[in-house]
T-cell receptor, first 110, second 110 residues
């Protein structure tokens, strides 16, 4: 069966510090992968998606970037965090049409 | 107009009653529709999907789709306190993107 992992689970970072969140998927090959952000009390905002190694599409201009160095690995990064980057970051992979989410990383920027 | 709209709630339902959640979407070409449940502090989990007009039942959940009126609904029968969560409607529209509504918070009172 397919499983999706994210780490860390929680993160507290100061403004201006770098960020690296990792997502890995097991039990499937060449999945479509997605990064979402959910601000407190808000809906899901699609940040990036990837259909394959090295292929990244950005949905929203911001100070975040994504990379896919391996088939089942998806990384979300920032060089300098802003207060507005706080939120719940979710990685997902696509099934037939539906998407399945990882457990998420709760990021607080102080 | 938002692409996918839901009443934010909270929808307060007595235990054992039917909870009825509605979702409207703007893209008439949408083909696939999903309901996710999200407990506080957790990631969304897929509970139902529906592709054709009509009803689809899975246990205590029934999804209803009316493409002509551009709405999809979710009924939760015999509501339990464990059903208290935020329910997210998601739609695949043009460009094959999964777009989420803001979610409806459901409170089931014992």
């Amino acid at each position: 069966s397919q499983t999706i992992h994210q780490w860390p689970a929680t993160l507290v970072q100061p403004v201006g510090s770098p960020l690296s969140l990792e997502c890995t998927v097991e039990g499937t090959s060449n999945p479509n992968l997605y990064w979402y952000r959910q601000a407190a009390g808000r809906g899901l905002q699609l940040l990036f998606y990837s259909v394959g190694i090295g292929q990244i599409s950005s949905e929203v201009p911001q100070n975040l970037s994504a990379s896919r160095p391996q088939d089942r690995q998806f990384i979300l990064s920032s060089k300098k965090l802003l207060l507005s980057d706080s939120g719940f970051y979710l990685c997902a992979f696509r099934g037939t049409y539906e998407q399945y989410f990882g457990p998420g990383t709760r990021l607080t920027v102080t | 107009q938002k692409e996918v709209e839901q009443n934010s709630g909270p929808l307060s339902v007595p235990e054992g009653a039917i909870a009825s959640l509605n979702c409207t979407y703007s893209d008439r070409g949408s083909q696939s529709f999903f309901w996710y449940r999200q407990y506080s502090g957790k990631s969304p989990e897929l509970i139902m999907f529906i592709y054709s007009n009509g009803d689809k039942e899975d246990g205590r959940f029934t999804a209803q789709l009316n493409k002509a009126s551009q709405y999809v609904s979710l009924l939760i029968r015999d509501s339990q306190p464990s059903d208290s969560a935020t329910y997210l409607c998601a739609v695949i529209a043009a460009g094959n993107k999964l777009t989420f509504g803001g979610g409806t918070r459901v409170l089931v009172k014992p």
